[in-house]
DNA sequence: GTGTCTGCAAAGTCTTTGCACCATA
DNA sequence: TATGGTGCAAAGACTTTGCAGACAC
């Protein structure tokens, strides 16, 4: 695994050729600026289908980059909450998972919840349909609420496979 | 506002004749006791359509019953989360937030989250197309995965009327 | 050079746990 | 009377904030 001092920060930057072209615009264009702990954590979140927390994305982005720092962390994926380029989830283990939007996007899933062993499991059956039904949602809901939807979420808890036999 | 003391503890039962007649027996089926605090807890739930926090719970139980402590509070929630009677949600403002299966059912509704100022209003159109595509959804999803599913939760997250306005 | 970003340490918030006492069945 | 249940205080877990120094543009 590579990893990035400070001594080589001006010299190389992470990730450079694997990350979408696209980020140092977009945070400018917030007003924002690249910077290496942020490309760390992109690179982290792009590499990944997995809903990490932002302890996982620190640990992994840590690797990279070793002088990060927690803080930041959790800075960087408020930002990126708010700019709308990440998903924020809550499964009910009392802490907060994200995903890239770009990646949710191009892997379209929704998540059974299993209640008491907590795991996740990703299904992405039914999507054609429900996307039709959310596709009429989003527009009546918009329209009558006067609301921008950017986001959804839709989540069945309940019991797995394996707590079902195991009770 | 009536309060309940200790020493009336053996006189009055809190909310009798308010209390829908089964909670005694779910919890008895469940080997659990039905308490006053249990009472007074389930009182304030089934009396509110809102999705009231942990905290909002207590501080209305406990002017039914003053004794009352947030521990019993947290721990009766979690029970009847688990008992399947309470619907846990996270609005994404860091705390759990409790409604009742009850009213859940005969009130049926989803919510748009206004990411800027976390506001949630409650929706029930859609409703009768949304359960269509949710009754399928289950079934298909509870076959291929044998997932029993107790429950689901449909959010729109995006930017409401007034935030709109205002930015 | 200026305004943003960062890491560290500390604080904040919500929630859970340990324990001795009390109440329900 | 035997299990659960309760409240208090303390601990735990995740997240946010204050601040001085570092960095991007």
Redesign the interface.
Known sequence: METITNKQRKVNMPGRGMMSPGWGGKFRGCGYRMTLPRQAILNVLQKTKKHLSAEDVYMEAHKIFPHLGLTTVYRTLELLT?MGELN?F?F?DGRARYELMEISEEDHHHH?V??KCKRI?N?S??VD??LE?LK???K???K??????????????????KC?KSK
Chains 1, 2 share one sequence.
Request: hydrophobic share 30%; aromatic share 18%.
């Open positions: 708010d924020k809550d009910g059974l299993c209640t499991i299904y059956d039914f349909e429900e039904f009429r949602a989003e009546g809901l918009s009558k609420y006067n609301f921008e939807i950017n986001n959804h979420i839709i989540q069945f808890y309940g019991v797995c496979d079902k």
